[in-house]
Each structure stands twice: as structure tokens, then as C-alpha cells.
């Protein structure tokens, strides 16, 4: 994707192109109009934390690379926001975890499903699950219940990045373990995940590549006493405050 005429020593360089980004999701039919208003309030929020990765996001995100890596099929759901953010990064992170990549929208449409696999695939993604939609999650009674069953329907683990608080309840009622990426610690997706992440999606995402990467080689053993060390209220905690004491 081009990115826009802006120089890199621009004090908020980050911010404008990733609302480049969003808009050029719009453009593409990646990114639903609503999906501007969602990346607005991210903003506000990420002003809030100082637009970096606090060191609790940071344990966050290894906590959430050890789950992907010790799942038995984990699945990263990648809605618009997701595909215009970060299409390459998220390609990495399936490879990094072997995990699975699925759309699944908030506002879904058969056309903008279709639109965003071809868009991942161009990234270099594969086998790019969300299109079937022959299993629903227990407790939706909307369109956005809709996944692969196979894919989320069968998932033990999965990455839900910007997810509406009503989906993000319904999965973990459905015992799956959520890892949710979101920039408001108060939001219920943050609330009710296994794993919060209170960053940037720009940020989380390649850092948990990272993360991913430094424990590919890392046993069992290693691998759970992370996930079981993981306090996901000192987490919420941590960023609730550095917000508040800004
Ligand atoms: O593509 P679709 O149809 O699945 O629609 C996706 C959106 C994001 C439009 C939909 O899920 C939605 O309306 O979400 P909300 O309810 O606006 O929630 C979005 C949450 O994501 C808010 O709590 C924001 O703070 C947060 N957020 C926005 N941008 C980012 C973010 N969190 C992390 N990184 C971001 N870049």
C-alpha cells in the first residue's frame, strides 16, 4: 500500500499514516465507515498512553505470543480495521505462531469478506478461512456469529484485534481464550479477554512476531509457566493508570 507524502520526522508521523491507512481502506472497500470512527477513539486513547508500547502491553504480548504458540489451532480474526493496518505484519505473526487467519466482520458483507482475503493473499497469506461461515458462535443472534467451523468455530485460542464487546463476551463464553488487542482498557473486549493488550495494533502486532520469535525454540514447560504467570488485571490495571496519571 503507498503510503502518503508525509516526512518521517514529523512529530506525528505514526498517527497520520496510519489514518492514511484507514482511509485507503475505506477507499478499497476494506475498512466499513465505521471502522474511521473506531480508529478515531483508538487515538484518543493511545494520545493517553503516550503512543508507545507500556510495559505491561509489552508482557502482554508475550504472554499472548506463548498462548498462539502453545495452542493446538489458534486463529488470528482479521476484520477491516486489521486488513488496512496491518495486512503484512499479520501474514507474519500466522507464520511466526502457525496460527490461522480468518475475516470475520463486524458488519458483514459476502463482497467485503471476499474483498479482504484477496487483499491478505496479495499480502502473502494462504488458505484464508472466513468465506465459508457454516458455523456460528452460541449466544449471537446476528450476522456477525457467523465463522468458519473449522476455523474460529474449532479454535482453541484466537487474536480478536478491535473486537465489539457483545462478540468478544460470546467467544469466551464459549471457552475459547481470547487474546484481545485493544487501545481502551475499559472496553468490555478488554474486560472479558484471557489476554489484554492495551496498544496500538501497529505496535502489538509485530511485537508479538517478536515475542514469538525469541520462544519459538521454548518447551512446554516454559511456554505455560508464561501463560499461567499472565495477571490480566494487573494488565488492565497497569494501563488504566498510566492514563489516568498522564
Ligand atoms: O470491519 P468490521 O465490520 O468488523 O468493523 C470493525 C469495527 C472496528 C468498526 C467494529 O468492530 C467496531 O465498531 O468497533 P468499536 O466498537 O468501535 O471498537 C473499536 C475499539 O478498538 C475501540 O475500543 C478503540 O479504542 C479500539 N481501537 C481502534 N483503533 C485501534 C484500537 N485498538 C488498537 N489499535 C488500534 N489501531
Known sequence: MTG????DSHPRYESLLTRHRIEAGVDRGLTSRQGLIAQGRGEAFDYLLGEETIPSADNAER????????????????????AALVPDEIVTLATATGADIEVNLFNQTDERIERIIAHLEEHGAEDVKGATADGRIPGLNHERAKVDADGIGAADVVLVPLEDGDRAEALAAMGTTEVVVDLNP???????????????????????????????GADEATLSSIVDGFDREATLAAAEERIRDL
Open 63 to 82: 504472554a499472548a505470543a506463548a498462548h498462539l504458540l502453545r495452542a493446538d489451532h489458534a486463529v488470528l480474526s482479521v476484520n477491516g480495521n486489521v
Open 4 to 7: 502518503p507524502e508525509i516526512p
Open 186 to 216: 475499559m472496553s468490555r473486549s478488554a474486560q472479558s479477554a484471557a489476554v489484554p493488550i492495551i496498544d496500538n495494533l501497529i505496535r502489538a502486532v509485530p511485537n508479538m512476531t517478536e515475542h514469538a520469535r525469541e520462544l519459538a
